[in-house]
């Protein structure tokens, strides 16, 4: 199968803009399923929770999942996104998966809020969940939740051999972490990275790293985008390869997990 990202580079609040270059960009990918950034079509950095209630859209009712569910029709691609939902008025950083059949498949909302966004959003409430989608199974988790390695794990023991990674990375930590998620858990990961800068909070000025990448279960970086282009990439994967946990002929990172001794 062909799987890539799309990195971009949103302005902050210009919600149309923002998706519709987005969707211009899967439409020039050859991919069956394409992964892009967290937040991908707001922005990042809201200065309080009105404005991201404002900004937010409604479980799969919004101009950005309408949009990517159009596109995901047309082109007969999966996509996930990260975006700004609206439950109430709560705000989740959630990620949703859509496809050319179904729809909205699945959303997930961040369980590790980053810093700041702790003061935005409510914190996740959904479980890591794996879903089929034909030529892979696929699982979702948001930008620092690569720092809390259960969340990959728990995603990969449920299944999947593909790890969607919408991000907003500030940090430079991710990039080089994500290779050790995609190796003690034998699977993919597509980590979707934006570019640019938002300076809305006077002294707090994010500086957005890029190196959107594809990592291969065996740790090999597919490919690895740097920190100043907006650009769209897939590659051929093979899936096979994220199901053999073996390690070597007696070592198998599921099974041989000493789960006995982890009492915390
Ligand atoms: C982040 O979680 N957006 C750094």
């Known amino acids: ?40 079509s707001t922005g990042y950095q809201f200065r309080n929770r009105a404005e991201a209630l404002n900004l937010a859209e409604d479980t799969g009712a919004g101009y950005a999942v309408t ?15 990260g975006l700004a939902e609206r439950v109430g008025n709560r705000v989740y950083n959630s990620s949703v998966l859509v496809g050319p059949r ?9 369980a590790h809020l980053f810093w700041n ?3 935005i959003f409510a914190a996740g409430d959904t479980d890591f969940d794996v879903y089929d989608i034909g030529k892979a199974r696929v699982g979702m988790m948001i930008c620092f939740d690569w720092i809390f390695p259960e969340a990959a794990r ?14 907003n990375l500030v940090l430079p930590y991710c990039p080089q972490a994500m290779i050790t998620r995609s190796i003690e858990n034998r699977v993919f990961s597509i980590t979707a990275n934006r570019i640019g800068s938002e300076g809305r909070i006077r002294g707090r000025n994010l ?8 990592v291969a279960p065996d740790g090999t970086v597919i490919f690895r985008t740097g920190g100043r282009k907006a650009e769209g990439k897939s590659f051929e994967i093979s899936v096979k390869e994220a199901r053999r946990k073996n390690i070597t002929p007696l070592n198998n990172v599921f099974t041989d997990r000493r789960i006995d001794l982890f009492n915390l």
């Open 1 to 40: 199968m062909k799987a890539g990202f799309i990195q971009t580079s949103p302005i902050f609040g210009r919600v149309r803009e923002n998706v519709e270059d987005a969707v211009k960009r899967i439409r020039a990918l050859d991919a069956d399923l394409v992964v892009l950034p967290e937040l991908f």
């Open 67 to 81: 949009r990517l569910m159009d596109t995901a029709r047309d082109m007969k691609v999966y996509i996930v996104a």
């Open 207 to 214: 500086k957005f790293i890029g190196q959107s990448q594809i």
């Open 154 to 167: 728990t995603l990969a023991l449920k299944g999947a051999d593909i790890i969607c990674h919408p991000s």
């Open 117 to 119: 966004e702790k003061k």
């Open 102 to 110: 179904e729809g909205l498949i699945g959303t997930y909302r961040k």
